[in-house]
DNA sequence: CGATAACCGAGACGGTACGTCTAGTCTTATC
DNA sequence: GATAAGACTAGACGTACCGTCTCGGTTATCG
């Protein structure tokens, strides 16, 4: 049985302060001005306090963007095309608020560290690619999606572009073109050749309600 | 007329050995690790000249970056769907060397800073975006790609899913994959089996309009 | 009662060392020579750890000198005269070694700092004042000295003329002079009616084989 | 015949500006705050011209200060007494300006330079020293000074107080205290024997007229 | 009168030291 | 044994000056 360890425990409150003043100095000043110092101020905690836990400020910005996670509701409404572009909506809405856009330098700075670079994919993508994989087997299976379509693919393929753009201009994709590139991503996706004419008023429509 | 600014010229020996060993250093020790008076050290420069001529190490690293910028030739084989290949592994090449990965995260980090992020994508970006943009504006113009299609969609279709799946995954996408996603992507992109004659007109119009 | 402050206390050693590379080096380079960096690193001490105690070079400085006094003891040979000559001679001595030269220069360059002077007085100078008022006081008692002599004017007397000396030639005053020097502060400084013949005669016999 | 070398002459307004701009930044901010470019931009020159002119800081100072040398007249009132307490007073006023502080400050920095210290010993002391010797030649050849008195022992015991007591405690003597000291060194340098009470009584009428 | 030479201002050059900041570790007394 | 506090070594930061150099341009003497 797990034995407790001797000694005054690790205290809960604290290790919940230091998550919890890294994302809110992580919007504020960015990840380049991110500091233990300052995080550690903020959490009326001391530094070593904070060290004890994480081995630098890397792993700590790391679990702080894990403990943030959302589950990423599937909400299957029956429809791939749909389900496609809930998750593609979602996605945009977490890279608007202020975090969002730091997840983006997070990623690329912690490339060479494979154990920070495993831990986020394990726990802050990981979840979010089995849902989409989920997603995807369903329109497979409902003929919807092309029926030899891999999750991996069709997951680079729906978030590609708007990271693409982001990581380019500094600006999410505005809706007018995260719904023309959606309706691209989804020809390359879907199963062949559906009626012109039908298909063509399903996107209008369906754009013409979601669009936020 | 055009004077002479007073004084001792800046030296264009001491800018280019400074870009030169920033590039050098970016490569060995990453854009984690580097430093102005490591950059200057190896160029052979006290420190106050690098300063004298850039604000911030990252100026400094977009500078650096801009000043290797190859034209991105545009090979023209007569074949859309081969010079979108070409343009592809083209990136793919780029992105594998160790430069290539700093590449990334100085995006990543130049995000907040606007000067920066505009001189990175007008000198940087802003060549290969439009030899790209002469790949799709031909391809229209004969029929292999969509009429409608616009050259930043494009662009974002087929670059943004290697550039996403080297963020998350660290490693350049393998041939296969990429390969597949190209497959994905060209299905996106282009045009229908379409009788080639009245479409061709019609592109041949937009795209003259729509180039930059 | 007086609590402990909280917190590592100050390394007790990194402070000897500091002040003893502070008078090492202020020995080999000179008061101009002296650099912080160059301290610490011979203390084998981080800058930091250094500007954390003293706010300025010249506040080490004074420190480092302060830490550096001896007693000046007072001999009490029973003759006022013999005391006033060895304190005289204690001074030139002091003023001859390498650091001796430095002192010179640290009084006239903190002359503006108002608290070094006050410190380096109070706890370099005080000490010595107050043994050497002691010794006036005792001549004065025995009827050796003048009776109204006062002790800072006897200091002024007895210190001024070699420390002027060596202020205006770089080199502390040689033997002969010193005794040519102290025979004629003598004279202003004795109670008066000794024996003219013995008085005069020593005096005469001195000052006669001393001048140069 | 001497002739004139050819290029253009060094400016001679150049060279005033700048002896005037170093005493006026000296009195302004000290020795210590002292820096070429302040000096050169202040006498709205280049750089290069000051140290055309001079090698050191140190040099232009010393060069500053030998500038403003005024003769230092002997009055030669006829009484060696009174000769003295001129000059001593003539010292203390000239101690007393902001840049008079500095003086001492240069003194004590220029030490180890030889070539700076004999500079400043053969062209602002020599003239006051020489000054100086020729009252006590007088005095000697009156008889009002003992015959075996020499000018530079004289010079050390008139000046030394009160230039130690500057060095101590920062400020000049006052009065006061300047007339007991000189009083003290009259009965150093002053011939015999003269009778005792009546010695004292002219003491203190002379004193007390010759206060300022 | 044109050539030559040393000066002039401005300002960049390679360096060095400054004083501050942060990293990551260590040492207290307290809980 | 974990805690808050705060010191520790190490080293990068951006700035200020140093003393030298390189510009374009000016002012003198000399041929």
Chains 1, 2, 3, 4 share one sequence.
Do not use: C, N
């Not at 959490?43 to 904070?50: D, E, I, L, Q, S």
């Not at 790391?62 to 589950?71: E, K, N």
């Not at 330098?105 to 979010?128: E, F, I, K, T």
Request: charge should be positive.
């Amino acid at each position: 049985m797990a034995r407790r360890s001797p000694g005054r425990p690790r205290s809960a409150a604290a290790e919940q302060a230091i998550l919890t003043s890294t994302m809110a100095l992580l919007a504020e000043v960015g990840l380049h001005g991110l500091t233990i110092g300052a995080i550690a101020a903020r959490a009326g905690v001391g530094r070593p306090t904070v060290y004890r836990r994480w081995r630098s400020l890397e792993a700590l910005v790391v679990a702080a963007l894990i403990s943030t996670v959302r589950p990423l509701r599937d909400l299957d409404t029956g429809d791939a095309r749909r389900d496609l572009w809930l998750m593609l909506t979602g996605l945009t809405r977490d890279l608007r608020g202020r975090v969002g856009r730091g997840v983006l330098g997070v990623h690329a700075a912690v490339q060479a560290h494979s154990p920070l670079a495993q831990a986020l994919r394990d726990h802050y993508l990981g979840p979010r690619a089995r849902a989409f994989a989920a997603v995807v087997a369903r329109g497979v299976a409902s003929g919807q999606l092309r029926a030899d379509l891999e999750p991996h693919l069709a997951l680079d393929l729906l978030f590609g572009p708007p990271i693409y753009h982001l990581l380019l201009t500094g600006e999410p994709m505005g809706t007018r073109r995260l719904k023309a590139t959606f309706a691209a991503v989804w020809r390359a996706l879907a199963a062949r050749p559906q009626p012109v004419s039908s298909s063509s008023t399903r996107e209008g429509r369906r754009s013409g309600r979601l669009g936020r």
